[in-house]
């Protein structure tokens, strides 16, 4: 604990150096006591119709206005402002001088040379980096000179752009002495490499323990400091400098705010819960997380809208909502007493201490310096540090934990030994006992045995031919559902085709043949139907007479039934034409057949509790019958929803419609033949 503490204190003595430099503000330019700005004259174009000779043309007094830059408030629609002025230098020497124009998108500066000719230096956050008068950075500077005892006149123009990272809150511009741009690119430059520096080597160690452990909890460290690594140079400028040769760079690098904004803030909240495991400890806080990173997707919107400012607007509040999701995770860790929850409280106590320092220089309550705009990253910088202690003192803790658990379980399994050893002797000693006991009752087992094995061979032969006439009964999954449950529940079924096919003239035929005739050649029929079915994987329901139902889609429920119940209708009565001569020639009468189809939903299953039959159960059923009446001889009559699932692989002829019960006016079809070019149904697919 001694050493914590320590280690605390060495974190504040780092942190006190930097909110103290945050407290002076930048030097004054040295250029400001002898060049100034006189008598500044506004114009507004709304409609940004005017160029720079029109501007010049225009009468001065008459057009523009005389006020101060701070009493102009740019709106977030595209605007477009002059203002004229002149710079004088009262002094006896050369005069050179930076006009700063901080968040200004586009700026264009007009000036005379010494030849009378209009120079024009251009410069803006969204202006291509490479076609700035004065590129460096973030900073939109415009270098002049002024001779002794001269003054010239400026014309600037300037536009506003709601794709840019923020609006401008007024028109005011600097002026900067070179001393000072001089001052302020070697210190950012400075603090860029100082904390990126810390970034990598951090990544780079986390990196080589995170091998070596494969913890999770540094896999989302490390993507957390993945996005930190970039965010320096980013936030400073240097990510346009380095890339500014691009020209569609400069567009695009005010987004990477969003972008960089949005990742920081999910790595990070996405790490809080790694961490401490919220997810199955506390799943509120999950939750809440998850709403977070949800809304934070939600500001990309305005983004690709080109809205960038709303974007930033909104990705800032998020962050804010995500940072205190953070605090409230870690807070809940340390009072649940988790392994380095301090560590990390008082991680993102500095995090946020350095954002409200940039936020007091924003809002002007500090003065601003280089070391308010580093006060960020110099508590990211912290955070990190004390972050990494905490992942190393959590694996210290776990690590421990460990030993000790495993010293209790080598205990423990010594004193299971020593139990072992004695519960062995004594079963030892048992056995010995028992053994004599076991050989005179062996002789006596192995006659029992024989007779038993005897018996369970006689039984499972027994068993295979109640189970063969059982599945003869009852399709083979209700078969077994019926075994091991002792009943087998109904089930609904989306589609099915139903089947209904009886011979026409039935009691004509009954009247001229025995009893045994008709049975036999019944038999004769309904054997070749059970075969044809087989083949196409329908489902025998039952005989009532000489009719003969099944049902395509059942008890597997598939989709290709429509095509594989239509396809056995045709090849049945195929076979009963084929063997008409041959039956007429037998028993002196035609037997033709009535076949109807229909096509919809339906529950199956079986009822009751003795005499056990599979049976079908709805509307379909109705239809299918009502099909069938309706059918002719040598024909199969289809309803209009079947056709509309067969009618690729079938031609058909429409014969009107029919009323069935419960159900409004149906169409039916006659199946003409199969359509050869089609490809066959393979094996049903099981839905």
């Not at 300037?158 to 302020?184: C, G």
């Not at 500095?350 to 110099?378: E, N, R, Y």
């Amino acid at each position: 604990m001694r050493q914590n503490k320590c280690y605390l204190l060495s974190m504040l003595f780092l942190w006190f150096p930097v909110f103290l430099l945050a407290q002076f503000p930048e030097l004054p330019s040295p250029v400001t006591g002898n060049v100034g700005v006189q008598k500044i004259y506004i114009l507004v174009d709304s409609a940004g119709a005017y160029d720079m000779e029109t501007v010049r043309q225009m009468p001065l007094r008459e057009t523009f206005s005389l006020r101060s830059p701070a009493e102009i408030l740019p709106t977030q629609a595209p605007l477009t402002y002059w203002m004229a002025f002149r710079m004088a230098n009262t002094s006896d020497s050369l005069r050179k001088y930076f006009l700063d124009f901080e968040w200004w998108p586009y700026v264009d500066v007009y000036g005379t040379a010494s030849d009378g000719r209009t120079v024009r230096h251009t410069t803006g956050h969204l202006a291509p980096f490479r076609q700035r008068v004065y590129p460096l950075a973030n900073r939109n500077l415009v270098p002049l000179e002024l001779p002794p005892g001269e003054a010239v006149d400026y014309l600037v123009k300037l536009t506003s752009d709601r794709s840019a990272r923020a609006i401008p809150v007024d028109l005011q511009f600097q002026v900067r002495s070179p001393e000072e741009i001089r001052s302020w690119e070697l210190n950012m430059t400075g603090l860029v490499m100082f904390f990126t520096g810390i970034f990598l080597v951090m990544f780079f160690y986390h990196l080589f323990v995170y091998f070596s452990t494969r913890d999770a909890d540094y896999l989302f460290y490390l993507l957390f400091l993945f996005v930190l690594i970039n965010i320096p140079a980013h936030n400073f400028g240097y990510s346009v400098q380095y890339l500014g040769a691009f020209d569609g760079f400069s567009a695009f690098v005010h987004k990477l705010d969003v972008i960089f904004s949005f990742a920081l803030g999910i790595t990070m909240l996405i790490f809080a819960n790694v961490f401490f495991k919220t997810r199955e400890r506390t799943p509120w806080l999950w939750r809440i997380s998850l709403v977070v990173i949800a809304l934070s997707a939600l500001c990309f919107l305005p983004m690709l809208q080109g809205n960038v400012v709303l974007a930033n607007t909104l990705i800032g509040n998020i962050s804010l909502a995500g940072i205190l999701v953070i605090l409230v995770i870690a807070f809940h860790g340390w009072y649940k007493g988790y392994p380095s929850a301090m560590y990390f409280v008082i991680a993102q106590i500095f995090f946020v201490a350095g954002g409200l320092i940039t936020v007091l220089a924003i809002v002007k309550a500090i003065p601003s310096s280089a070391w308010t705009d580093a006060s960020v990253p110099a508590g990211a910088a912290i955070q990190n540090i004390l972050l990494s202690f905490a992942l190393a003192n959590k694996l210290n803790l776990l690590r421990k934990e460990n030993e000790a658990s495993q010293l209790k379980i080598i205990h423990q399994m010594e004193e299971n030994k020593k139990l072992q050893d004695k519960v062995n002797r004594e079963l030892e000693q048992k056995v010995r006992e028992r053994t004599s006991e076991l050989d005179h009752v062996n002789g006596q087992l192995q006659t029992t045995n024989q007779e038993l094995n005897q018996t369970l061979q006689l039984v499972s032969e027994e068993r295979r031919k109640s189970d063969r006439l059982l599945l003869n009964i009852l399709p083979e999954t209700t078969a077994t559902e019926l075994k091991e449950k002792g009943a087998a529940a109904p089930r609904y079924y989306k589609l099915v085709s139903v089947l209904f096919a009886d011979f026409a003239g039935f009691s004509h035929l009954a009247s001229r043949l025995s009893p045994e005739e008709i049975v036999r050649y019944l038999n004769f029929y309904f054997l070749a139907f059970d075969e044809i079915i087989d083949r196409h994987g329908i489902e025998k329901i039952k005989t009532i007479g000489d009719a003969y139902m099944c049902a395509g889609g059942v008890p597997l429920a598939n989709v290709t039934n429509p095509v594989d119940t239509v396809m056995a209708a045709m090849e049945m009565q195929a076979f009963v034409l084929a063997s008409k001569d041959k039956i007429r020639q037998e028993s002196g009468v035609d037997w033709d057949l009535r076949i109807g189809v229909h096509s919809g939903e339906l529950v199956a299953g079986v009822v009751g509790a003795k005499k056990f039959a599979y049976d079908i159960w709805g509307d379909t059923v109705n239809v299918a019958a009502r099909l069938e009446e309706k059918s002719l001889p040598g024909r199969v009559n289809i309803s209009a929803a079947t056709y509309e699932l067969v009618k690729d692989h079938f031609e058909c002829s429409y014969r009107g419609e029919i009323q069935a019960k419960n159900i409004s006016l149906m169409g039916m079809y006659f199946v003409e033949k199969v359509i050869e070019n089609q490809p066959k149904p393979n094996q049903p697919k099981q839905v």
